[in-house]
């Protein structure tokens, strides 16, 4: 991937220089693209990996829900799946209103 910048970059530079020098820096804004853009990349593939992981670790493992139902019954966390909480959902005019069924 870096390979492909780096020609680009020599290419985008070959082609915008019109006099016999050539400045050695490239053009800030094309880099500051490209590393934006490489950044990106390296993001999306990292939070897929660390997805895939997640996904298959342990299913046999439900530690997470004895986590969340100790924080619904000690620390007075109302629990967002009750059926008063989603009765009041469904009678939110903003949220019906951004959903577009009003």
Request: no cysteine.
């Given at each position: 991937?870096?390979?492909?910048?780096?020609?680009?970059?020599?290419?985008?530079?070959?082609?915008?220089?019109?006099?016999?020098?050539?400045?050695?820096?490239?053009?800030?804004?094309?880099?500051?693209?490209?590393?934006?853009?490489?950044?990106?990349?390296?993001?999306?593939?990292?939070?897929?990996?660390?997805?895939?992981?997640?996904?298959?670790?342990?299913?046999?493992?439900?530690?997470?829900?004895?986590?969340?139902?100790e924080?619904?019954?000690?620390?007075g966390?109302?629990?967002?799946?009750?059926?008063?909480?989603?009765?009041?959902?469904?009678?939110?005019?903003?949220?019906?209103?951004?959903?577009?069924?009003?």
């Open positions: 991937m870096f390979k492909k910048l780096a020609e680009k970059l020599k290419t985008e530079s070959a082609d915008k220089s019109f006099s016999t020098m050539t400045s050695p820096i490239p053009d800030t804004e094309a880099l500051k693209n490209m590393a934006k853009h490489a950044l990106g990349l390296y993001e999306r593939q990292t939070d897929i990996n660390n997805f895939t992981k997640l996904v298959l670790s342990d299913p046999e493992n439900t530690e997470q829900n004895q986590l969340v139902d924080l619904f019954k000690n620390q966390i109302s629990n967002p799946f009750s059926d008063e909480a989603l009765f009041e959902l469904s009678e939110n005019s903003r949220f019906l209103h951004d959903l577009g069924l009003d």
